[in-house]
């Protein structure tokens, strides 16, 4: 299985190592004290896209503040045990505070759950988007854009993942014993770089 | 968070004139990254790439299974319509959920998700109880994890169709270390059927080896 390593992976590679001289050349003891344990204030829930690099939007968080779970579209199914996974740990281990869950603007998950293409599997997957469209139908008529259509479903989308959480038992059993634990609703701006808060 | 998103917004915009511009219209990543939702290997930050430049999957010990719509999904997305070429699955050392699946507590839901990873413990048991206790140990099975994930990946037909249509498409492990913020690649790479066991492989009715 000896393949001489492609550039582009190379590249990364090198892009490590200077990355790593970079934060020591800061904090010569950052790896060596900070990254014992995590102890992260937000789980961030959020897209698989490549235009929304979670830490970096922030101007750079250090490494040990964001636990995060990425996939298409931020969506959340009740029995994804991936997601539900992530979520336990989250909370009940890691007993995260902040909840974010992310969407973006531009969204191609939620493009392609607004389409009438099928895309094999990720059809199951995008459902949820779906059914959002179905059930806000009249609403979005009245929207003549359909760029404006597609933000609002981001939002939408957003939104019913933020409640979904809320709803998990993960979440509930937190909250009933006194636990620390909000959530959020963001959407993403990939035209400017900003956030929006759709204050849930 | 929020000022802090604000300040980088303005920043970018004013050292790459555009930059948020460009990118809203479409995404051509040229890589798929499968790691771990820990906190302490954010995938951007510790291969210094922008916006745009990776697509990306994190889960509790960056586990792929065949029967993780989640995951699938996301392979689907990266392999078929953005066809990225290179898949990085990315471990860590000390990853807690690999150790969680070293011991013998319960966790709660959790331990259906990290039952592949005893799975994966049993089938090498020898390899790894051959070494010393302790990190050794950890550290060989967090790698064997990350060969189980490839291995999960190259097997599904997303990715074999991929090969079948010459799309190029390569997959790689990477284990990242905490204490000292270096990856290390660990030699894993595929990027053809013939390197996967027969029995995973897709045929063509036409292409099936004739039985005997």
Redesign the interface.
């Known amino acids: ?3 001489p ?2 550039p ?2 190379d590249r ?2 090198s ?6 001289r970079s ?2 050349s800061r904090n010569k003891d ?3 004290t900070s ?2 344990s ?1 102890k ?1 204030t ?1 789980l961030w829930i959020g897209c ?14 250090p ?10 579209a931020n969506i959340v199914h009740a029995t ?7 979520l ?3 909370v ?2 890691l007993k995260v505070p902040h909840i ?1 869950v992310a969407g973006h ?2 969204c ?2 939620v493009k ?1 759950g607004m389409g009438s293409s099928s ?4 059809d ?2 995008l459902r949820p988007v779906k059914v959002l469209q179905s059930i806000h139908a009249r609403d979005l008529e009245g929207i003549e854009s359909t760029e404006d259509r597609f933000r609002i479903l981001c939002e939408l989308n957003t939104l019913a993942s933020a409640n979904n959480i809320a709803y998990t038992n993960v979440v509930q059993k937190a909250w009933a014993s006194g636990q620390n634990l909000t959530i959020r609703a963001w959407v993403y ?7 929006r ?1 759709l204050d849930f | 968070m929020l000022e802090n998103n604000s300040r980088w917004a303005k920043k970018m915009e004013t050292e790459r004139p555009g930059f948020f511009h460009e990118l809203a219209r479409t995404q051509h990543p040229d890589v798929l990254w499968i790691g771990c939702a820990d906190s302490r290997v954010p995938s951007n930050s510790i291969v210094g790439l922008l916006p745009g430049e990776v697509f990306t999957h994190r889960n509790i010990a960056n586990v792929v299974s065949h029967t993780d719509l989640s995951a699938l999904s996301v392979l689907q997305y990266a392999v078929d319509v953005l066809k990225v070429k290179h898949i990085v699955v990315c471990g860590h050392y000390g990853c807690g959920g690999v150790l969680a699946a070293m011991t013998h507590n319960s966790y709660g839901l959790i331990d259906n998700w990290l039952r592949r990873i005893k799975d994966i413990y049993d089938h090498n048991r020898e390899k790894i109880e051959a070494l010393p206790e302790g990190k050794p140990r950890e550290d060989f099975l967090i790698e064997l994890n990350v060969a189980e994930s490839i291995s999960a990946i190259v097997n599904t037909t997303i990715v074999q169709k991929a090969w079948a249509r010459g799309q190029p498409l390569d997959v790689h492990g990477w284990c990242y270390r905490l204490e000292d913020g270096r990856v290390r690649d660990l030699g894993l790479c595929i990027s053809d059927t013939k390197e996967i066991h027969d029995i995973y492989k897709v045929f063509k009715q036409r292409d099936r080896p004739h039985d005997h």
């Open positions: 299985m000896a393949h390593t492609p582009e992976i990364l590679l892009r490590n190592r200077e990355w790593q934060v020591v950052f790896f060596s990254n014992q995590q992260p937000y698989a896209d490549s235009r929304v690099p979670v830490n970096e939007i922030f101007g750079g968080i490494p040990g503040e964001i636990f995060v779970h990425r996939n298409i994804d045990l991936s997601l539900l996974s992530v336990t740990y989250a009940e281990h974010i603007y531009n191609g998950g392609a895309v094999d599997m990720l199951n997957w701006d990939l035209a400017t770089g900003l956030i808060d």
